[in-house]
Nanobody, 118 residues
Framework: QVQLVESGGGLVQAGGSLRLSCAAS????????MGWFRQAPGKEREFVIS????????DYADSAKGRFTISRDNAKNTIYLQMNSLKPEDTAVYYC???????????WGQGTQVTVSS
């Protein structure tokens, strides 16, 4: 059974940094694309960044390029979203998700709130 649990959200000033964590169980990083999405109030959920480590492939939303990175700790079965140079428009609930190769994103965490003050 796949379970994803995000943590690390909070309040940060514009220009600051935050690192989100996603503890995964039932997922093998070599066979899943791991991604981060976000949903701001009144907006649809949007893609932020993803990584398929077995292919060495990272995909970024334009809003994430140059500011956000994704990484993993195999020993902890955890992925991270490092967010730098945060802007108020980055305020959203951030979700971790897992996509089997050739599949769809079908596993989601509960989300963690990120608020960036101006």
């Amino acid at each position: 059974q796949v379970q994803l649990v995000e943590s690390g959200g909070g309040l940060v000033q514009a220009g600051g940094s935050l690192r989100l964590s996603c503890a995964a169980s039932g997922v093998t990083f070599s066979t899943y694309t791991m991604g981060w999405f976000r949903q701001a109030p009144g907006k649809e959920r949007e893609f932020v960044i993803s990584m398929l480590w077995s292919a060495g492939r990272t995909d970024y939303a334009d809003s994430a390029k140059g500011r956000f990175t994704i990484s993993r700790d195999n020993a902890k079965n955890t992925i991270y979203l490092q967010m730098n140079s945060l802007k108020p428009e980055d305020t959203a609930v951030y979700y971790c998700a897992a996509q089997p190769i050739n599949g769809r994103y079908e596993y989601w965490g509960q989300g963690t709130q990120v608020t960036v003050s101006s």
